[in-house]
């Protein structure tokens, strides 16, 4: 976990102890609601994160429902703020660490893995059951609880952000698009099945320890996200068994119609794969 004290104390009436995190988006900091005390999550987006006023309006009229949104695996919103210090996103403080945290401390166990991706993809499917495309899927964006809970954060916050991306611009630790579906790369709509493409990056990345491409430039990088036929997970990880391998690679099909049609159908799938190898 990178949490690190602020000398910011104030955001929105809230106070602020500490910096939760930093991403492409903006900055994460922790505050306590002025009335009840309450921790909080509040995401402060970076100034160019908006491309236009009416991009704001969009976002702040998609948190309206995704206010609505009551899901163990998925990290409540509270609302967004808009005013001279910024905008700033509401939400539900979880405080254990990221998957991305996890993954690169956290020796390798199969079934806790299993049990990790079960809890996402349950996350997933809520969002996709609301009507909505999360856009984001990657390890920065599941957080666990301290008992272990993992939860999905930052879904749909915008098509904007993702096309920024996609161009390289946006701010300067803007990850590189490492779990972006094809389809999106040639500009297509993003569907529920562009999440899952980005779900079975990251459990590609979970099984064997490494990315599906190594590619030192983004133009190659989108070549193998649109061409490139990865090595099997279970040749890379003898610990990563045949089937669960066969799994990942169904969800990261070039051709979203050859995909998983559902997070449950891949959930279901490895129910079996994690019950034939107790
Ligand atoms: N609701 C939250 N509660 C606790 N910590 C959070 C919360 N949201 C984000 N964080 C922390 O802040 C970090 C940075 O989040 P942020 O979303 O800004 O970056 P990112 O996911 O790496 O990139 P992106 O901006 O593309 O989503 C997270 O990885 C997490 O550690
Ligand atoms: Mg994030």
Redesign the pocket.
Known sequence: ???EPTDRFSLFGFKVDR??????????Y?GFHPETGQP??M?LFHENFFSNAGHVRDLARSVKTFQTFEHPNV?RIYGFLSGDEGHCLL????????M??YLENRPYDMQERLVIITQALNGLQYIHDQGFTHH?V?P??V?FTRKGQA?L??YS?SRQ?LLS?LTGRG?T???TPMYVAPEIIRKERPTPRSDIYSLGITMYYMFTGQLPFQADSLQKLYYCHLRVVPEHPSVINRRCPRNLGDAIMRAIEKDPARRWESCDQLRIRLADIGRSRI
């Open positions: 976990m990178h949490e910096i939760l995190g930093r991403g492409g988006s903006g900055v994460v922790r909080v999550a995401k990290v939400e539900e403080y979880i405080d254990g660490p990221d991305r945290w984001d990657k920065a964006n957080l939860k954060v930052d916050l952000g991306m701010g630790d803007q990850v």
